[in-house]
């Protein structure tokens, strides 16, 4: 969901309209409706999930995509344009493309003992490095960040990319 493409005159709704009204007009009081729409929406999207049946070419592809969703919009503060709260995401797709991996190790360590170890050791590289903006009981905004900090983290990002590409044609076999 690109956040930060906002052209004059295109109606916002869901989650952006409701964080530029919070983060920057510092005003949700006529946000309600625009809320009750945005929790209807996400119990359809949960519905649609939940029925979803999952291969493990789809938990593949979806790792690399969570991680596409970081180089492309997270790093570059794009996603959360009002709040800067792009980390906070960063991490979510981290995790949830790890969780997807590990969902996958045992055919990869049957497969691409190798790859096993080399995505076991990218994947702490990145924790490590988005670990070096945590800040209280969460992140720091990505405003607070210097582009050789968010150079950093998209090298991370980069080097973890590579090796998760490599997953689908292995589980594809």
């Given at each position: 969901?690109?956040?930060?493409?906002?052209?004059?005159?295109?109606?916002?709704?869901?989650?952006?309209?409701?964080?530029?009204?919070?983060?920057?007009?510092?005003?949700?009081?006529?946000?309600?409706?625009?809320?009750?729409?945005?929790?209807?929406?996400?119990?359809?999207?949960?519905?649609?999930?939940?029925?979803?049946?999952?291969?493990?070419?789809?938990?593949?592809?979806?790792?690399?995509?969570?991680?596409?969703?970081?180089?492309?919009?997270?790093?570059?503060?794009?996603?959360?344009?009002?709040?800067?709260?792009?980390?906070?995401?960063?991490?979510?797709?981290?995790?949830?493309?790890?969780?997807?991996?590990?969902?996958?190790?045992?055919?990869?360590?049957?497969?691409?003992?190798?790859?096993?170890?080399?995505?076991?050791?990218?994947?702490?590289?990145?924790?490590?490095?988005?670990?070096?903006?945590?800040k209280g009981d969460?992140?720091?905004?990505?405003?607070?960040?210097?582009k050789a900090e968010?150079?950093?983290?998209?090298?991370?990002?980069?080097?973890?990319?590579?090796?998760i590409s490599r997953?689908?044609?292995?589980?594809?076999?």
């Amino acid at each position: 969901m690109p956040g930060a493409a906002h052209v004059r005159g295109d109606r916002w709704t869901g989650f952006h309209k409701i964080e530029k009204d919070l983060w920057i007009h510092k005003d949700i009081s006529k946000s309600g409706p625009m809320a009750d729409k945005l929790i209807t929406d996400v119990k359809t999207i949960v519905e649609k999930a939940n029925a979803t049946d999952l291969t493990p070419l789809n938990l593949a592809n979806g790792a690399k995509e969570l991680l596409d969703e970081v180089a492309t919009g997270k790093i570059t503060g794009e996603e959360d344009i009002w709040s800067h709260t792009d980390l906070w995401d960063f991490d979510a797709n981290l995790q949830g493309s790890k969780a997807a991996v590990q969902s996958l190790r045992p055919v990869l360590e049957e497969r691409a003992p190798d790859l096993v170890k080399t995505l076991d050791e990218k994947f702490a590289a990145a924790e490590t490095a988005l670990a070096a903006h945590a800040k209280g009981d969460g992140w720091k905004l990505h405003d607070e960040l210097s582009k050789a900090e968010l150079k950093t983290l998209s090298d991370a990002i980069n080097a973890l990319g590579e090796p998760i590409s490599r997953i689908a044609p292995i589980v594809a076999k």
